[in-house]
């Protein structure tokens, strides 16, 4: 969602922040702004649209070494420019950005209006603008330290002020910021992407703290202005990662990063000789792993699908009885902790509001809850009691690819340690191991069939509603199928258990709606073929995705799109990639921005 990015150093910073910005687009936004002091004076420009708008409304000229920029991506007032970050107080002199939601805005706008405040824009966050301002006396930091303990809501805050050149200030509640710390020069940022071009030496704030940056330093304090000392960490990711290269979209790009996704995932975690995995980060020992009796999963979106199927191979392979659940149900429905339950969170970003919450709220109730994160340092990998990170590398396109397919993974290598501490025999987890070592492999195999897909791609496009079907371990991927078809190409797509059609969604076929089934040869395969000819009895357009030289469902389906055959168990792998790439070629031939869809948002810090 909103990105936040802020300079001061001896370079100019315009053109610093407008990088950063860019470097946040993908985060998702409706317009954008920055906020530069020079010589006692303070320039803003803000814009609708995309950053390369807010470049061409930036005068060329603009001078000032300390600046603060920001995406805004709507919550609180239409997308104009007036609403776009940052925000003044009347003087003009203070400004701020912010991201999250001030939840008591109301309150505190009413109050500042009949103090003779005149707001100008319909935002919760111009506010801040004024309380800080209220409270400014020459020292910005302690005018932000009395205007914080107002806030109700969440909070990432950059803030500057003209009578104080060189300085920004950030706090946060709720909302990621991290400091980029650079030679003689300083950046606050919400995700380290937007400062990885300039450092990779980075120190992230927590909740409740204020940072203060000078060009050549910074110090962090808590909200009773106690020093907190923090370690600089350093970034893994390289510069290259986040970039397009030869490919059209990170989207793509992205989906064809998935057999290294999926080895990067595994690397040093399998342990051959004792036909297991090893998980350290998990910070379990071997009995309290034993005294785990139950599995629930929460997670939202793409992370839920693979929660979905981690859930179908735990309870099938390691007997543990294991649910996923959408993070936002379970947070509000004063979820049941019972004793010797294991929780995952699972979250590409770490940041997703849903799945914090939920964490939070299970973790009172005291239980222990495992993160399965993609970006190290964001807020569920601190806030848990352990986990795994899955090391995909970036994942800058919108729609979730690669960290679904490691997230995935993740949960086949948590499955294997705990089959193999119960009833799991060393030669099966020789086999789990050897099925696992050649799913690289396998995916590979699988983008090369991306001619196929694309040829269907354009038979298909033009239909306005699908189908996306399977069974078993197959139904989360069907679901996954269907969200990046309607995601990325808007194109209105459902995903179901093939047997719950005929309870209802075959009311929906005809020869407008098609129907995409993932048939896997396993022991549903019969039924899933009778599914597969209701449909087509109804004259519905039939696209199978197969295991390779199937000529039984070549015969009933329209069109089939084969992948290397793989153990049913480890089909999920093989058979997502086709949808993904459908999907992308659907938005693709239909001219949607594919890497940053309508609408959406990277990581969804809002409930
Ligand atoms: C879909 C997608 C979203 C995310 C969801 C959770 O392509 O990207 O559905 O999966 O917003 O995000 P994370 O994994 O960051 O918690």
Redesign the pocket.
């Known amino acids: 969602m909103c990105g936040i990015i802020g300079y001061t150093g001896p370079r100019k910073a315009a053109p610093i922040l407008i990088e950063g910005l860019k470097r946040l687009e993908y985060r998702g936004y409706d317009s954008a702004g920055i906020g530069v002091g020079c010589d006692g004076a303070l320039t803003i420009c803000k814009k609708v649209g995309k950053i390369k708008d807010l470049r061409e409304a930036v005068p060329d000229d603009l001078d000032g070494c300390y600046g603060i920029g920001h995406t805004r991506w709507a919550t609180h007032g239409g997308v104009t420019d007036v609403n776009a970050h940052p925000h003044t107080d009347t003087t003009g002199n203070l400004a701020i950005a912010h991201n999250g939601i001030i939840e008591n805005y109301l309150i505190l706008k009413a109050r500042l209006e009949a103090e003779g405040i005149t707001f100008r824009t319909e935002t919760d966050s111009e506010v801040i603008a004024h309380l800080i301002a209220q409270h400014y006396e020459g020292d910005l930091e302690a005018a932000v330290r009395k205007a914080l303990p107002l806030l109700k809501g969440t909070y990432g805050i950059v803030c500057l002020h003209k009578g104080n050149p060189q300085l920004i200030i950030g706090a946060r509640s709720g909302s990621p910021l991290v400091v980029g710390v650079g030679e003689d020069e300083m950046f606050l940022a919400s995700d380290v992407t937007a400062v990885l071009a300039h450092t990779k030496q980075v120190v992230y704030l927590e909740d409740g703290e204020v940072v203060v940056l000078t060009e050549k330093d910074f110090h962090i304090t808590d909200l009773n202005e106690r020093k907190i000392s923090k370690t600089i960490d350093e970034i893994s990711w390289e510069l290259e990662e986040i970039e397009k290269g030869d490919f059209k979209h990170y989207m793509v790009k992205e989906i064809y990063e998935q057999p290294e996704a999926i080895e990067r995932a595994c690397r040093g975690r399998l342990d051959p000789t004792q036909a297991t995995a090893r998980l350290g980060g998990l910070n379990l020992s071997p009995a309290q792993l034993l005294d785990v009796e139950r599995i629930r999963i929460i997670?939202?979106?793409?992370?839920?699908y693979a929660g979905l199927v981690g859930s179908y191979l735990i309870e099938q392979l390691a007997r543990i009885p294991c649910q996923a659940e959408l993070a936002s149900e379970v947070r509000y429905r004063n979820p049941i902790v019972e004793r010797n339950t294991l929780h995952f969170a699972?979250?590409?970003?770490?940041?997703?509001a849903d799945?914090l919450y939920a964490m939070r709220e299970l973790q009172r109730k005291g239980s222990c809850v495992l993160g399965i994160c993609n970006v190290v340092g964001s807020t569920i990998a601190r806030e848990s009691n352990g986990g795994v990170y899955i090391h995909s590398g970036p994942e800058i396109a919108?729609?979730?690819?690669k960290?679904f397919s490691s997230q995935v993974t993740a949960f086949y290598l948590f499955c294997l340690l705990m089959a193999r501490k119960r009833h799991m025999s060393y030669e099966t987890g020789e086999w789990f191991l050897q099925e696992l070592t050649v799913i690289p492999e396998a995916v590979k195999a699988v983008l090369k069939t991306e001619p196929v897909i694309k040829k269907l791609a354009k038979k298909y496009a033009g239909y306005k509603d699908f189908l996306f079907l399977g069974r078993g371990i197959n139904y989360p991927v069907a679901l996954e199928g269907a969200?990046?078809l309607k995601?990325i190409a808007y194109i209105h797509a459902e995903g179901y258990s093939a047997a719950e059609i005929k309870h209802g969604p075959i009311a929906l076929i005809n020869e407008e709606t098609p129907s995409m089934f993932l048939v896997p040869d396993d022991r549903l395969r019969e039924k899933v073929i009778s599914n597969m000819k209701e449909v087509k009895a109804r004259r519905g357009k039939l696209i199978a995705v197969v295991g390779e030289g199937d000529d039984e469902i070549r015969e009933i389906a329209d069109d089939v799109i084969e992948v290397p055959r793989v153990h049913t168990l480890f089909s999920p792998f093989v058979m997502v990639v086709p949808l993904q790439l459908f999907a992308y070629h659907c938005a693709v031939l239909l001219g949607r921005d594919v890497d940053q869809p309508r609408n959406l948002a990277?990581?969804?810090t809002v409930e």
Do not use: D, I, P, R
């Open positions: 997670a939202a979106g793409t992370s839920y699972v979250s590409q970003s770490g940041e997703t799945t919108v729609a979730s690819t960290a969200l990046k995601e990277k990581s969804v």
